[in-house]
Every structure is written in C-alpha cells, then in structure tokens.
C-alpha cells in the first residue's frame, strides 16, 4: 500500500493550497483518512480526518479555514487550506487507517509534504 501526497508548496500569509493523497496497492476498504502535522521540534498532531461515511473532525486551530473530503471512489482524500497562517507551517502527512485483502486494519502514512507560508 502507497499514500502518495502532493500539493505542498510555498504560499503566502492568508493565501491557499489544495492538498491531495491518493491511496494504492491491494486495499480491501478505507475506513478513516486525513492530514497530520508536524512543524520542527513538535509532534504529529492531527489536522483533520474524515470516515469512509463522512464523519469529520477537525483540529481546533483550523476550524473554519480548512476543509477535508474525499473521494471514495479514488481511495483519495484533499485537504483545502484556506487563509493560511504562519502558524501552519509544517511538513503535512496523509493517514488512512485501512484494511488489504488478507490482513488485519492498520494505520497507513504518506511520505509528507512540505507546507510554507510566509509573512
């Protein structure tokens, strides 16, 4: 299985980006994906998730600005980021919690996407 993230970048103080993880490999079902963060000396924190079923939950710190879905179809989930802060400069991971033909659910992790944003 391969979570494959893109759409990081470099942007502006109160500027946009559109996250993108797109999930392969013998997956049998998609039960949870979403975005973590981690800015340096800091932890993993969750950004946002949402179920296979549309149930969402969202960090405190960017209720309002960001926007998490996905698409079902395309084992794909988007992080829309709007109004972004210094504050959120961070190296952004796609998670899914999923199950392959054969195994157990497990957590699954992206390689992480660089997100700058500059005053």
């Known amino acids: 299985v391969q979570l494959q993230a893109s759409g990081g970048g470099l942007v502006q103080h109160g500027g946009s980006l559109r996250l993108s993880c797109v999930a392969s490999?013998?997956?049998?079902?998609?039960?949870?994906m979403g975005w973590y963060r981690q800015a340096p000396g800091k932890q993993r924190d969750l950004v946002a998730d949402?179920?296979?079923?549309?149930?969402?939950n969202y960090a405190d710190s960017v209720k309002g600005r960001f926007t998490v879905s996905r698409d079902n179809a395309k084992n794909t989930v988007y992080l829309q980021m709007n109004s972004l802060q210094i504050e959120d400069t961070a190296v952004y991971y796609c998670?899914?919690?999923?199950?392959?033909?054969?195994?157990?659910?497990?957590?699954?992790w992206g390689q992480g996407t660089q997100v700058t944003v500059s005053s």
């Open positions: 490999g013998s997956i049998l079902s998609i039960n949870d």
């Open positions: 998670h899914a919690y999923l199950l392959r033909w054969g195994t157990n659910a497990a957590d699954y």
């Open positions: 949402i179920t296979r079923g549309g149930s969402i």
